[in-house]
């Protein structure tokens, strides 16, 4: 009966181990003021993410600012190439 109980804990114990294995970290990363300026339908979902947001990582606060200083350079017609 013992052998039974350990032999239960340590493959439920490994389960859990082994699960955590196949996490991938997901690499945060910004997309720049020109990248929005050409992917404009990206830009405005970005922007509708971003104002429902209630907090934010450092890299999605700058991914945000991106997306609206694309969509405010583009109301002004400030050029791509400025």
């Known amino acids: 009966m013992k052998y039974k109980k350990n032999s239960l804990f340590l493959s439920l114990l490994s389960l859990i181990i082994l699960s955590g294995c196949?996490?991938?970290?997901?690499?945060?990363?910004?997309?720049t003021v020109e990248y929005y300026s050409t992917h404009t339908s990206e830009r405005d979902t970005r922007i509708k993410e971003c104002a429902s947001m209630k907090e934010m990582t450092e890299t999605i606060m700058t991914d945000c600012t991106n997306a609206n200083t694309s969509y405010a350079n583009e109301k002004r017609g400030v050029p791509l190439d400025w």
């Open 22 to 31: 196949n996490n991938e970290k997901k690499v945060e990363t910004f997309k």
